[in-house]
């Protein structure tokens, strides 16, 4: 379980919330929606470790999580942040058995299974055909597939994404909230900061809105609602029951 008790997130000369608590458990998926600027990659770093919120404590089980040696807290806890800044001189297959490297016993040494998870983590986002090229020639949607790939070959029990619909075409958006979805169902703890909210209502179980005035978060059918998106974005929303489940669309 990862755990946030009484988180202050905050960025210099301004507060973004105050007083936020969660309870991520296995099996759950959840939803991070807010506007710009909310507060919503503040929170993933929080309760990733990657940094430090200005108050309140992130547990990892019973444990602080940047308390965890980084290798440990790398096999448990899995993030994909909105931008890779580093430039990747070699192939998209190369690049994902990087996300093998808490698994890996040395930094030189790889095995049969490490490149066996790398190729089936392609499959799972359709970019096998493109396991040899290089990852500088793909597209921005075919890298943020294999940026999630590496992810998937990391194979944490936490999946924090940030924005992870990003340079999706339609058809790989809907691929990858059902992959998400049944990451979750496998048992794994999902959040995903979203800006799609037509996705939310069908994938996601739990959701957590970043109001200006305080958070709220609970079950989706509960805290998503036409007139609480409203409120958090400030713009009409029409909500529609279908077959796949409930859909919010502005209306804009």
């Given at each position: 379980?990862l755990?946030?008790?009484?988180l202050?997130?905050?960025?210099?000369?301004?507060?973004l919330c105050?007083?936020?608590?969660?309870?991520?458990?296995p099996?759950?998926c959840w939803?991070v929606?807010?506007?710009?600027?909310?507060g919503?990659?503040?929170?993933?770093h929080?309760?990733?470790?990657?940094?430090?919120p200005?108050a309140?404590?992130?547990?990892?089980?019973d444990?602080p999580v940047?308390?965890?040696?980084?290798r440990?807290?790398?096999?448990?806890?899995?993030?994909?942040?909105?931008?890779?800044p580093?430039?990747?001189w070699?192939?998209?297959?190369?690049y994902?058995?990087?996300?093998?490297?808490?698994h890996?016993?040395?930094l030189t040494?790889?095995?049969q299974?490490?490149?066996?998870?790398a190729?089936?983590?392609?499959e799972?986002?359709?970019?096998q055909d493109?396991?040899?090229?290089?990852?500088?020639?793909?597209?921005?949607?075919?890298r943020?597939?294999v940026?999630?790939?590496?992810?998937?070959a990391?194979?944490?029990d936490?999946?924090?994404?940030?924005?992870p619909?990003?340079?999706?075409?339609?058809?790989?958006?809907?691929?990858m909230?059902k992959?998400?979805?049944?990451l979750?169902?496998q048992?794994?703890?999902?959040?995903?900061?979203?800006?799609e909210?037509?996705?939310?209502?069908?994938y996601f179980?739990?959701?957590?809105?970043?109001?200006?005035?305080?958070?709220a978060?609970?079950?989706?059918?509960?805290?998503?609602?036409?007139?609480?998106?409203?409120r958090l974005?400030?713009?009409?929303?029409a909500?529609?029951?279908?077959?796949?489940g409930?859909v919010?669309?502005?209306?804009?």
């Amino acid at each position: 379980m990862l755990r946030a008790e009484h988180l202050t997130l905050a960025v210099p000369g301004r507060t973004l919330c105050r007083g936020l608590s969660l309870d991520l458990l296995p099996g759950q998926c959840w939803c991070v929606l807010g506007r710009n600027g909310a507060g919503k990659t503040t929170l993933l770093h929080a309760l990733s470790g990657l940094a430090a919120p200005a108050a309140g404590a992130v547990w990892l089980g019973d444990h602080p999580v940047d308390a965890c040696p980084r290798r440990e807290r790398a096999r448990r806890i899995g993030v994909l942040l909105q931008d890779d800044p580093q430039a990747f001189w070699g192939t998209a297959l190369e690049y994902v058995i990087l996300g093998r490297y808490p698994h890996r016993h040395g930094l030189t040494r790889l095995h049969q299974e490490d490149e066996a998870a790398a190729r089936t983590a392609l499959e799972q986002v359709e970019m096998q055909d493109a396991a040899h090229r290089p990852l500088s020639t793909l597209s921005g949607g075919e890298r943020q597939r294999v940026r999630l790939a590496a992810l998937l070959a990391q194979a944490p029990d936490i999946y924090l994404l940030d924005e992870p619909l990003q340079h999706l075409d339609l058809a790989h958006q809907g691929a990858m909230v059902k992959l998400l979805r049944h990451l979750a169902d496998q048992g794994k703890t999902v959040l995903a900061v979203l800006h799609e909210t037509a996705w939310v209502g069908r994938y996601f179980d739990h959701a957590l809105l970043l109001h200006d005035d305080g958070p709220a978060a609970g079950p989706a059918d509960q805290t998503l609602t036409a007139a609480s998106l409203e409120r958090l974005y400030r713009c009409p929303m029409a909500e529609a029951a279908t077959e796949w489940g409930r859909v919010f669309i502005p209306r804009v």
